[in-house]
Structures are given as C-alpha cells and as structure tokens.
C-alpha cells in the first residue's frame, strides 16, 4: 500500500461536558485504645480499601538508628501472627503481631548496605542526597538518607527493629482511613474486634528536630563532579 494512497485518520471524538462529582462525607470515630478512624462511604461497589498511617516514620527514630524506621517497614509482611482469619484479621497480625524473623531483617539490611554501594556510581541519587544536604540544616533527620547511610545501618539489628517497633506501633499513633461499601458504625465495630487486643503505650510526642537550612549550590554541583552527566533536582 501506498503512503499517498492511505486514508486519512478519522477525526476524534470531542470531550463532552464534565460531570460534577461530589466528594463521600467522612465520618470520624476513636476506638477505645486510641485508633483513629476516618470512614468515607462509598456503596458503588462491593469493596473496601484499608490505609493505615503512623507515627513511625524517620523523624522519630532513636539517636544513632538512621534507617531502622524503613527497615521496620520493609520486614512487616516478611511474617506475623498465625496467618488465619479474615483480610482485617491479616491486617492485625502484620501492624501488632509482626514476627520479625532475624534472618530476613538482615536480608533487609544487607539489600539496604548494597544500595548504598550502587548509589555511589549513580548521579541523579548522588544529587538527590546532597540537595537534602543542602536544604535542610545538618541537624535535621531530613538531611539524612531516609534509609539510612551505612555507618547507621552497619549498626542495626533485630533488636532495634523490634524495640522502634514495640515503641512507635501504638493505636494511639495510628489511623485508619477506609474507604468503600462500608459504614462508620460498621467500621467501628470491624476494626474495635480486629485490634481489640492493640494496646496504648506511651504517647508522649517525639519532639521535632530543626528542618531549616539554605541552598548552597556549590554543594550540588560536588554531588556529581565525578560524572559526566548533569543532574538538576
């Protein structure tokens, strides 16, 4: 077939009008432990999503223990609980009852160690870390590799991935989005059964550590003097 002898496209269809969408009312609860839950319900489909967010991130790790907040994150689906019951039960078992097998937590922090290696020979990650170093002051956790460097994570072990555990997985520092074919009072109850036995700990907050600093755009460009490529972050 001839290219002068092709047909032309036919035109696409235009766009119609938008449709208004109305966002589902959000319900909260607090569980007796704490365990705060936002509920927006949806009943289109059979289906519900579950997110839960808490205070365990890397801001809050102990002195010295750079990365065990990801590495507790990371070793949560490697084991927990007795694995039976409902998708809620599952749930439980992963964010209260987490195994933490040893010899995964340290196939974790060696996959992490090996990391560290190949980023010294990429520049757009070289970048990224040494524009966190120069955004935010040195005494800011956001300075740091969230993952940890590897003097930090040479250090970690079990015993600090269930300590951070045991001290940030608390109900109280927890919420619970769901979302779908499901009613607050419905979730309420779901939830309250699933973690009934998800027990407070300590609440006192973690203080904040300071997160101000100033660009200092020599210090990007060192980030890559070893290359030839040119990485704008």
Do not use: C
Not at 181 to 188: F, I, M, P, Y
């Amino acid at each position: 077939l001839r290219a002068d002898r092709v047909p032309p496209a036919p035109p696409r269809p235009a766009p119609g009008a938008p449709r208004a969408y109305r966002f589902p009312a959000v319900e909260r609860r607090t569980l007796p432990n704490g365990l705060r839950l936002v509920v927006a319900s949806t009943h289109k489909l059979p289906v519900v999503s579950v997110t839960a967010v808490l205070d365990a991130g890397a801001t809050v790790e102990p002195e010295g223990q750079d990365g065990v907040a990801a590495l507790v994150a990371r070793a949560l689906t490697e084991g927990a609980g007795d694995r039976d019951g409902g998708a809620l039960a599952l749930f439980a078992d992963v964010l209260v009852r987490p195994a933490f097998p040893e010899r995964e937590v340290e196939r974790l922090r060696q996959e992490r160690l090996a990391d560290l290696l190949h980023l010294q020979t990429d520049p757009r990650g070289l970048a990224e870390h040494a524009f966190a170093r120069a955004v935010y002051s040195g005494a800011s956790r956001y300075a740091r590799p969230e993952g940890g460097d590897r003097a930090a994570v040479e250090r970690l072990d079990v015993a600090a991935v269930r300590a951070f555990h045991a001290a940030r997985f608390r109900p109280e520092r927890a919420l619970f989005v769901l979302a779908g074919d499901v009613t607050a009072a419905d979730a309420e109850r779901l939830v309250g059964a699933a973690f009934a036995d998800w027990a407070p700990g300590d609440a006192a907050a973690t203080a904040p550590r300071p997160i101000a600093g100033a660009i200092d755009a020599a210090t990007l460009g060192r980030a890559a003097a070893d290359t030839r490529r040119t990485i704008l972050v």
